[in-house]
T-cell receptor, first 108, second 116 residues
Framework: RKEVEQDPGPFNVPEGATVAFNCTYS??????FFWYRQDCRKEPKLLMSVYSSGNEDGRFTAQLNRASQYISLLIRDSKLSDSATYLCVVKSNYQLIWGAGTKLIIKP | DVKVTQSSRYLVKRTGEKVFLECVQDMDHENMFWYRQDPGLGLRLIYF???????EKGDIPEGYSVSREKKERFSLILESASTNQTSMYLC???????????????FGNGTRLTVT
């Protein structure tokens, strides 16, 4: 079992829809959680950290479920510019473990 | 704005060649990292450095070495390139990394290396 797993997608979603995807992690002692965004042929960039109580940044909401060991990312009112690969990152034992990413395609 | 610069965007080398990938950051970050990214796999850490002349092995150090002679520069060296080292190589830096550090990683725009 991979330490951090994501559905690779692609998720094909119409513009304006709400989309959510999860990321599961295997180490229950994981300390911190992040979502990065990677556009095609570009480098990853931090989208948001994920806090225990859940957090929101505009149209993006991140949640952490420690009991079931997953984090989620919800995107509301999706835009064409949201098309990207979303990488889940988990900090375990002071190391960052990266998921392979979920590809999101927003269609007009 | 943090800038991490990788010396080459695309590189084609022959099997057995020695390859140098250079990375420079301009934000006085202590930590620097080299990753490779392959389809279907997450970013995999090759080496990282938390200070000048310091280096730590990541998950897949075999076939690679690194050098950090100056704080702003972190070099990745493929001593004898092989075809299975064909990949996208990403350099990153961060202000802090550790028990309390949640500083984001700032990435360079990558070097796509092809070994033939």
């Amino acid at each position: 079992r991979k330490e951090v797993e994501q559905d690779p997608g692609p998720f094909n979603v119409p513009e304006g829809a709400t989309v959510a995807f999860n990321c599961t992690y295997s180490n229950s002692a994981s300390q911190s959680f992040f979502w990065y965004r990677q556009d095609c042929r570009k480098e990853p960039k931090l989208l948001m950290s994920v806090y225990s109580s859940g957090n929101e940044d505009g149209r993006f909401t991140a949640q952490l479920n420690r009991a079931s060991q997953y984090i989620s990312l919800l995107i509301r009112d999706s835009k064409l510019s949201d098309s990207a690969t979303y990488l889940c990152v988990v900090k375990s034992n002071y190391q960052l473990i990266w998921g392979a990413g979920t590809k999101l395609i927003i269609k007009p | 704005d943090v800038k991490v610069t990788q010396s080459s965007r695309y590189l084609v080398k022959r099997t057995g060649e020695k390859v140098f990938l250079e990375c420079v950051q301009d934000m006085d970050h202590e930590n620097m990292f080299w990753y490779r990214q392959d389809p279907g796999l997450g970013l995999r850490l090759i080496y990282f450095s938390y200070d000048v002349k310091m280096k730590e092995k990541g998950d897949i150090p075999e076939g690679y070495s690194v050098s950090r002679e100056k704080k702003e520069r972190f070099s990745l060296i493929l001593e004898s390139a092989s075809t299975n080292q064909t990949s996208m190589y990403l350099c990153a830096s961060s202000f802090s990394f550790g028990q309390v550090g949640n500083s984001p990683l700032h990435f360079g725009n990558g070097t796509r290396l092809t070994v033939t």
